[in-house]
Each structure stands twice: as structure tokens, then as C-alpha cells.
């Protein structure tokens, strides 16, 4: 998922983009290891202005997976909060950094629901082959 | 001469062997390869089944040393033991049928992936199939567990109490109920509401030979149990409550809108028909927002007149002027004429300009598992008078949460495999018994932390009055709650509004253009995401940002970017905003 990094060498890339960059924060957004109905995202790293908002970005994520208005998106800070739309990254950021100093997201649409006897499904998808 | 060309000729020969060798060689080793991960598979399996038939082992007897415990301990060992040793037994066989499914499960997944077994290409795919095939195991072990956990929780509680003994109140709906004082008004309240599952031998679904719903349509199952909730609040009484006598001509109205047939709207073979139409294969597994769309789709369309306005707040955000403006304008009173009479269902609005409302918010509230700190929030939402439930589930399972009592949530499940019926007018036997399918006295209930992430919650707002104090209650409770479920807002925030969004999308346009001119980011070799969309105005401006974010790359940097660019250029930043 996350590539594999030695020791300190986020930290010092935090750094180096923070001092370049005072306004903008470094994030991680990545698509969630189960999701199978959103597209991923062809890059990962982003530096986000400390100004906007999370439905901003939102926003962006729905236009760049080119999702239409029925679809839904979902990011989740941290593997366990939903940020508030009106809140800015540079809030998001103080609470929720991690302590390496980037900002980990992850986004997902909803699960979906089905029960023991998948097999039907497998059937269905198989009949729905020869109908088409 | 002669010799030498020999001497060629044999070498040719040779290089040649070593070739075929070098090839069986490769062969052997990727046949080597795969039969290691042909191993590694088949041990992670019987791993897993071992695990399961130890716990099956000491689940049996954990049932035996009970009944022993029971049968010598207890003073009439007759009755009660015989009793108690019927529902163990029966206990005993979910678990087996637990176990079953789990491997059908399995045999499924090899089915789906051809590569499961078979993976040899190179090294990365097969170790991806072999996670892959960890993550399955372990999902459905966890499942498993849910099971045992519930059938043992059954067994110590008796198995047959349907609401907690506590002092707290029982919320289900919005109102509160003591279980001391008002459990019979409770059991009515639950057995009001319409209990739909799956159904077997019903006419196949169009394209398809299905003719059950059997382990795919609970989802769908679960948006039925919601709209029938919302019809039967909009079209019937406050005070209305069902019983096996009841023949009101309303209520045999919206039963047969529900029913299992191609033409009734609101039917199984209808949503999963409206899912297709959203990208959802017929028979595929569907989330809570899929669901609500379907039905969103067939509330609205010219054929089906219920006067209901299904609204879903996407982006856990509630705009209240667009709710309003959409319940205000579309006027349900003029009928199209195309509209056949079967799909009307019509009672006088107690507020005339206001389309009554069914809201649902769809939200994810945590990744594989539910955040804790939001069950404050669930139960404010419950609390709220106007709450008719949530559509969500625990994992692969789908529930229609009606409230919540203490620590656990209550829920109608409808994983219960029915035949086909049908109610009619209610006038024989047969149909009586038909209607009696589509009612439970008992709701289930589980801990909220086994609740899945994706649910979507619901409010059925009969008059703009109640959409208002839908907003302000919740409002108020999420100001105190730990975090809130959603928000609510008068308009849309005009930084991500649609319909102001070109001009202020310019204006960040070119403050990040102004940044990045100022940082000369170009010159690293960023690239800057617009945030302007495709429309005429945006993408103009958009081009003037980059124009300028060129010309400072052509311009010469300093030497603080000079010395950034080979530390961060092949990390890959993008600015976004």
C-alpha cells in the first residue's frame, strides 16, 4: 500500500516540503486496501493549501475518479474519523497529523451487503454473461 | 576441415542441449513455484477448517457440561433439559450451517479466481492471490465468530428475550419506551412495522432466472423495510398499528406496491431492475446509498404517484434551501395522466405546499469497523422523533436498525427465506396468513460496535415544521455529542458550491498560481491541480495559471529550490487547490 521507507526519511521530506511550503500541508491520500467500486488515484503525495476545505477536496477527488452525483465518497482521517467538510486542512492537520508529519486519508464509498450463499451471486453474474 | 566442421557441429549441438535444459530448467522451477504456492494455499485452508472444527469441538462441550450442569443441579430436569437440549441442538446446527457456508464460501472465491490456485506468471501476483486469499479467510472467519458469539449470547439469555432487562429507556423510532411499563406498546410498535426478507419462487427478475433473493438482495430487502416505514407514516395515522385483523384498505394498498412481482413499483425485481440502471448488476451485492438512489429513481419517475420526496444528502452534508426548494416546487397534487391507477396512493397532505419528505444521509463512519466515539451520535440520531430507522448491517449482512436500547442496537433482519405470498384484499385464510409473513413481534438486537461503517440514516419529515426540527434538534445534540454524524447547513458553502463555484474556483486558481510562481514549484517540477472544472470561465483562468506557473519555471530559481529539487522532485508532490 504504503511504499516502504527507512527510517526518519518521511520525517525529513516532511520538513524539507514544510519549509518550502509554510502554507501547505503534506497529505497522503490513498484508496481504502477493500474498496472495489472507486477507481485508485495515480498518485498518492499531495500538498494541500492550509486554507481549503475538506469538501474542496472532496470535490477535486470527485472529478478526478470522474464519479458522477449517485456515487458516493467517503474520506476517513486516521483509519477512524470523518472530517468535517467545513473544517480547513491546517485544522485537520494539528489534530490529526501523524507524529512522521504527514496527514494520512483514505477514501471508500460504502460496503455493500450480501450473505451466505455467494454461489448465486456467481450464478448470476454467469447468466447475466449469457443474457447479455 | 572435416573434423572442425564436426567439431562445430557438435558444438551447436551442445549449446543447444544447454538451451532445452536451461528451458526444462526454468519449467521445473515455475512448476517448483507453483506447487510451493499451491502448498502454501492449501495449508492456510486446512489451517482454517482445523481452527473451526476446534471451536465446533468446544462449543459442543461447553452445550454438554451445561445440560450436565442443568440436568443434575436443577430440581425438574425433566422438562427444562429436554427443552434447553432441543435448543442446543438447534443452536448446534446454525453453527454447522455457519461452518458450511464459510467453506461454499471459499469453494466461491477459487471459482471467482481463476489465479487462486494456478498463479506462476511471476512472483508478486502470486503473492498478492495469497494475500488476497488471507483476507478472505479472514473475513469470513470473522463472520464465523459473529455467528458463534450470537448463538452462545442466545443460549445464555435463553435465546428468547427480545429486548434487554434494563432500566434505561427502549428507543425505537424516535420515542422512548420503558421495558417495565410499556412493553406491550413496544412489541406493537415493532410488529407495525413491516418485516420484509428474502422470498423464494417468485417470477424470475427480467434478463436473468432468478426467481429467489437469496444471499444478495437484504440489502435491497432492508430499502423496502425504510420505504414501507415512510408510506405507512405518510399515508396512515399517527397512531395506526397493525394486528392480524387489520384490513385497512391504505395498508393493503401499500402492501401490494411492495410486493414480489414485476409490475408492483416499489418490488424487489423493481429496485434491482433501478440498481441495474446505476451501473448495479442484477443479483450483485448493493451498499445503503446504491439502495437509496434506486428507490430515489422510482419515487420520482412519471409512472408511480406516492407523494413522497426521497432526498439524499450526498457528502454528509444537509443543504437545507435545496431540500426545500426541491419539496416546495415539485407538486404532487396534479396527477399525470399517464400514471396507471394501480400506483397512486393518495390522502390529503397535512401541509399542502410541502412534498413530505424521506431524508437519507448516507455516511461511512470508520474504515473496516465502526468508530465508537460516533455512537453518541447514532443514538441522538434515533432520539430524534422523526427518525425512521437506518439501512446498514453488520459485515456482508444487511439489517434495518429501528433503534437502540442501552449498548445494543435493535434491527429487523431480513435474512429469513419466505415463499412467495400474496395479501390481496385479506379476505381468506390463506391470505391472512400471507399478511402475517410481513410482521415480527421480536426485532433483533447486537452491541452497536458490531455494526458495519456504511449505513445511511433516515427521517421522514411530514411537514416543513418537521424538517425543521429535524435540523435543529440534531443541530443542537451534535453540538454535544464527541464528534457529529453530519452537518447541516442553510446553503451549500459557496467555496464547493455548484452553483457559485466557476468564480471563486478562479479566484484559488489564481492564489495558487500566485503561490506557485512565488515558491517557483514549476521549476521542481510540480504540477498544479486546478480547481476549476471543465466549464467555459474556469478553464480559462485555469490556463492563465499555468501560463504563469511556466513562465516562473523558465525564470532562474533560487537556490533554495536549486537544492529541494534533488531531495523532493522524485517524491512526487502534487499541489492541489
Same mark, same amino acid.
Given at each position: 500500500? %504504503?511504499?516502504?521507507?527507512?527510517?526518519?526519511?518521511?520525517?525529513?521530506?516532511?520538513?524539507?516540503?514544510? /519549509?518550502?511550503?509554510?502554507? /501547505?500541508?503534506?497529505?497522503?491520500?490513498?484508496?481504502?486496501?477493500?474498496?472495489?467500486?472507486?477507481?485508485?488515484?495515480?498518485?498518492? /503525495?499531495?500538498?494541500?493549501?492550509?486554507?481549503?476545505?475538506?469538501?474542496?477536496?472532496?470535490?477535486?477527488?470527485?472529478?478526478?475518479?470522474?464519479?458522477?452525483?449517485?456515487?458516493?465518497?467517503?474520506? %476517513?482521517?486516521?483509519?477512524?474519523?470523518?472530517?468535517?467538510?467545513?473544517?480547513?486542512?491546517?485544522?485537520?492537520?494539528?489534530?490529526?497529523?501523524?507524529?512522521?508529519?504527514?496527514?494520512?486519508?483514505?477514501?471508500?464509498?460504502?460496503?455493500?451487503?450480501?450473505?451466505?450463499?455467494?454461489?448465486?451471486?456467481?450464478?448470476?453474474?454467469?447468466?447475466?454473461?449469457?443474457?447479455? | 576441415?572435416?573434423?572442425?566442421?564436426?567439431?562445430?557441429?557438435?558444438?551447436?549441438?551442445?549449446?543447444?542441449?544447454?538451451?532445452?535444459? @536451461?528451458?526444462?530448467?526454468?519449467?521445473?522451477?515455475?512448476?517448483?513455484?507453483?506447487?510451493?504456492?499451491?502448498?502454501?494455499?492449501?495449508?492456510?485452508?486446512?489451517?482454517?477448517?482445523? $481452527?473451526?472444527?476446534?471451536?465446533?469441538?468446544?462449543?459442543? =462441550?461447553?452445550?454438554?457440561?451445561?445440560?450436565?450442569?442443568?440436568?443434575?443441579?436443577?430440581?425438574?430436569? @425433566?422438562?427444562?433439559?429436554?427443552?434447553?437440549?432441543?435448543?442446543?441442538?438447534?443452536?448446534?446446527?446454525?453453527?454447522?450451517?455457519?461452518?458450511?457456508?464459510?467453506?461454499? @464460501?471459499?469453494?466461491?472465491?477459487?471459482?471467482?479466481?481463476?489465479?487462486?490456485?494456478?498463479?506462476?506468471?511471476?512472483?508478486?501476483?502470486?503473492?498478492?492471490?495469497?494475500?488476497?486469499?488471507?483476507?478472505?479467510?479472514? @473475513?469470513?472467519?470473522?463472520?464465523?465468530?459473529?455467528?458463534?458469539?450470537?448463538?452462545?449470547?442466545?443460549?445464555?439469555?435463553?435465546?428468547?428475550?427480545?429486548?434487554?432487562?434494563?432500566?434505561?429507556?427502549?428507543?425505537?423510532?424516535?420515542?422512548?419506551?420503558?421495558?417495565?411499563?410499556?412493553?406491550? $406498546?413496544?412489541?406493537?410498535?415493532?410488529?407495525?412495522?413491516?418485516?420484509?426478507?428474502?422470498?423464494?419462487?417468485?417470477?424470475?427478475?427480467?434478463?436473468?432466472?432468478?426467481?429467489?433473493?437469496?444471499?444478495?438482495?437484504?440489502?435491497?430487502?432492508?430499502?423496502?423495510?425504510?420505504?414501507?416505514?415512510?408510506?405507512?407514516?405518510?399515508?396512515?395515522?399517527?397512531?395506526?398499528?397493525?394486528?392480524? $385483523?387489520?384490513?385497512?384498505?391504505?395498508?393493503?394498498?401499500?402492501?401490494?406496491?411492495?410486493?414480489?412481482?414485476?409490475?408492483?413499483?416499489?418490488?424487489?425485481?423493481?429496485?434491482?431492475?433501478?440498481?441495474?440502471?446505476?451501473?448495479?448488476?442484477?443479483?450483485?451485492?448493493?451498499?445503503?446509498?446504491? =439502495?437509496?438512489?434506486?428507490?430515489?429513481?422510482?419515487?420520482?419517475?412519471?409512472?408511480?404517484?406516492?407523494?413522497?420526496?426521497?432526498?439524499?444528502?450526498?457528502?454528509?452534508?444537509?443543504?437545507?434551501?435545496?431540500?426545500?426548494?426541491?419539496?416546495?416546487?415539485?407538486?404532487?397534487?396534479?396527477?399525470?395522466?399517464? =400514471?396507471?391507477?394501480?400506483?397512486?396512493?393518495?390522502? +390529503?397532505?397535512?401541509?399542502?405546499?410541502?412534498? +413530505?419528505?424521506?431524508?437519507?444521509?448516507?455516511?461511512?463512519?470508520?474504515?473496516?469497523?465502526?468508530?465508537?466515539?460516533?455512537?453518541?451520535?447514532?443514538?441522538?440520531?434515533?432520539?430524534?422523533?422523526?427518525?425512521?430507522?437506518?439501512?446498514?448491517?453488520?459485515?456482508?449482512?444487511?439489517?434495518?436498525?429501528?433503534?437502540?436500547?442501552?449498548?445494543?442496537?435493535?434491527?429487523?433482519?431480513?435474512?429469513?427465506?419466505?415463499?412467495?405470498?400474496?395479501?390481496?384484499?385479506?379476505?381468506?385464510?390463506?391470505?391472512?396468513?400471507?399478511?402475517?409473513?410481513?410482521?415480527?413481534?421480536?426485532?433483533?438486537?447486537?452491541?452497536?460496535?458490531?455494526?458495519? +461503517?456504511?449505513?445511511? =440514516?433516515?427521517?421522514?419529515?411530514?411537514?416543513?415544521?418537521?424538517?425543521?426540527?429535524?435540523?435543529?434538534?440534531?443541530?443542537?445534540?451534535?453540538?454535544?455529542?464527541?464528534?457529529?454524524?453530519?452537518?447541516?447547513?442553510?446553503?451549500?458553502?459557496?467555496?464547493?458550491?455548484?452553483?457559485?463555484?466557476?468564480?471563486?474556483?478562479?479566484?484559488?486558481?489564481?492564489?495558487?498560481?500566485?503561490?506557485?510562481?512565488?515558491?517557483?514549484?514549476?521549476?521542481?517540477?510540480?504540477?498544479?491541480?486546478?480547481?476549476?472544472?471543465?466549464?467555459?470561465?474556469?478553464?480559462?483562468?485555469?490556463?492563465?495559471?499555468?501560463?504563469?506557473?511556466?513562465?516562473?519555471?523558465?525564470?532562474?530559481?533560487?537556490?533554495?529550490?536549486?537544492?529541494?529539487?534533488?531531495?523532493?522532485?522524485?517524491?512526487?508532490? $502534487?499541489?492541489?487547490?
Amino acid at each position: 500500500m %504504503i511504499p516502504l521507507y527507512q527510517p526518519g526519511q518521511r520525517v525529513r521530506e516532511v520538513e524539507q516540503v514544510r /519549509k518550502e511550503y509554510p502554507d /501547505k500541508v503534506p497529505v497522503i491520500i490513498e484508496r481504502y486496501a477493500h474498496e472495489n467500486q472507486l477507481p485508485p488515484l495515480d498518485r498518492s /503525495k499531495f500538498l494541500i493549501p492550509e486554507h481549503v476545505h475538506v469538501g474542496e477536496l472532496i470535490k477535486i477527488l470527485r472529478r478526478r475518479l470522474q464519479l458522477n452525483s449517485s456515487q458516493s465518497i467517503f474520506l %476517513i482521517v486516521n483509519g477512524r474519523n470523518l472530517p468535517a467538510n467545513a473544517s480547513t486542512f491546517a485544522e485537520i492537520y494539528r489534530n490529526e497529523a501523524d507524529p512522521d508529519g504527514f496527514l494520512y486519508i483514505v477514501y471508500a464509498s460504502h460496503e455493500t451487503f450480501g450473505s451466505s450463499s455467494p454461489q448465486e451471486c456467481a450464478m448470476t453474474d454467469y447468466n447475466n454473461r449469457f443474457s447479455n | 576441415m572435416k573434423s572442425c566442421t564436426e567439431g562445430k557441429k557438435t558444438d551447436i549441438a551442445i549449446t543447444k542441449t544447454n538451451e532445452c535444459s @536451461r528451458s526444462t530448467e526454468k519449467i521445473l522451477n515455475e512448476e517448483k513455484q507453483v506447487n510451493q504456492h499451491i502448498g502454501k494455499v492449501i495449508c492456510l485452508e486446512i489451517s482454517f477448517l482445523v $481452527e473451526y472444527s476446534i471451536l465446533l469441538f468446544a462449543y459442543t =462441550v461447553v452445550c454438554f457440561l451445561c445440560w450436565l450442569v442443568e440436568s443434575v443441579l436443577i430440581p425438574f430436569p @425433566r422438562t427444562l433439559a429436554s427443552n434447553s437440549l432441543v435448543r442446543r441442538l438447534s443452536n448446534w446446527w446454525k453453527v454447522t450451517d455457519g461452518l458450511e457456508s464459510s467453506y461454499s @464460501r471459499l469453494l466461491w472465491f477459487r471459482m471467482q479466481h481463476p489465479g487462486y490456485f494456478s498463479s506462476h506468471q511471476n512472483s508478486t501476483t502470486s503473492n498478492s492471490s495469497l494475500r488476497h486469499a488471507e483476507q478472505v479467510l479472514d @473475513r469470513v472467519k470473522k463472520g464465523i465468530r459473529l455467528k458463534m458469539d450470537k448463538v452462545l449470547d442466545a443460549y445464555l439469555t435463553g435465546g428468547d428475550s427480545d429486548f434487554p432487562t434494563c432500566e434505561s429507556p427502549v428507543w425505537i423510532f424516535g420515542r422512548s419506551y420503558s421495558v417495565n411499563y410499556d412493553i406491550e $406498546e413496544l412489541r406493537r410498535s415493532v410488529s407495525s412495522c413491516m418485516w420484509i426478507t428474502y422470498r423464494k419462487n417468485f417470477s424470475s427478475i427480467g434478463g436473468t432466472n432468478l426467481t429467489s433473493d437469496k444471499g444478495w438482495g437484504c440489502m435491497i430487502r432492508a430499502g423496502q423495510m425504510l420505504v414501507a416505514k415512510a408510506l405507512l407514516l405518510r399515508h396512515l395515522n399517527q397512531d395506526w398499528h397493525w394486528d392480524s $385483523e387489520c384490513r385497512d384498505h391504505l395498508y393493503l394498498q401499500i402492501v401490494s406496491l411492495l410486493e414480489d412481482t414485476k409490475v408492483a413499483p416499489l418490488s424487489l425485481h423493481q429496485i434491482a431492475q433501478s440498481g441495474a440502471s446505476l451501473g448495479k448488476p442484477i443479483g450483485s451485492w448493493l451498499g445503503p446509498n446504491t =439502495v437509496a438512489q434506486a428507490l430515489k429513481k422510482i419515487l420520482s419517475s412519471e409512472y408511480v404517484s406516492l407523494d413522497i420526496a426521497l432526498h439524499i444528502a450526498m457528502d454528509s452534508t444537509v443543504v437545507k434551501s435545496e431540500i426545500k426548494k426541491a419539496c416546495f416546487t415539485t407538486s404532487g397534487h396534479a396527477l399525470p395522466i399517464s =400514471v396507471p391507477p394501480a400506483y397512486i396512493v393518495s390522502t +390529503p397532505r397535512p401541509d399542502a405546499k410541502w412534498k +413530505p419528505l424521506l431524508l437519507v444521509v448516507p455516511l461511512r463512519l470508520g474504515l473496516s469497523d465502526l468508530n465508537e466515539a460516533y455512537v453518541p451520535g447514532i443514538k441522538a440520531a434515533f432520539e430524534i422523533p422523526q427518525n425512521i430507522g437506518i439501512i446498514g448491517g453488520r459485515p456482508n449482512h444487511a439489517l434495518y436498525f429501528i433503534g437502540y436500547a442501552a449498548n445494543e442496537v435493535l434491527y429487523l433482519d431480513p435474512h429469513t427465506v419466505q415463499p412467495t405470498v400474496f395479501v390481496s384484499t385479506k379476505l381468506t385464510e390463506v391470505e391472512k396468513a400471507a399478511d402475517e409473513t410481513y410482521h415480527i413481534h421480536k426485532p433483533g438486537r447486537m452491541s452497536f460496535s458490531a455494526m458495519d +461503517p456504511s449505513i445511511a =440514516v433516515c427521517f421522514f419529515c411530514k411537514t416543513e415544521a418537521d424538517f425543521d426540527a429535524v435540523c435543529s434538534k440534531l443541530g443542537e445534540r451534535f453540538l454535544v455529542t464527541p464528534l457529529p454524524l453530519f452537518e447541516i447547513c442553510e446553503r451549500r458553502p459557496h467555496d464547493w458550491g455548484s452553483a457559485s463555484f466557476v468564480s471563486s474556483s478562479s479566484s484559488s486558481v489564481k492564489t495558487s498560481s500566485k503561490s506557485a510562481s512565488k515558491s517557483s514549484s514549476a521549476a521542481l517540477g510540480f504540477t498544479t491541480l486546478s480547481l476549476g472544472s471543465s466549464s467555459g470561465g474556469s478553464k480559462s483562468t485555469a490556463g492563465g495559471g499555468h501560463s504563469i506557473t511556466r513562465s516562473a519555471g523558465g525564470s532562474p530559481s533560487s537556490s533554495v529550490s536549486g537544492r529541494s529539487k534533488s531531495d523532493v522532485d522524485d517524491e512526487d508532490f $502534487e499541489i492541489l487547490g
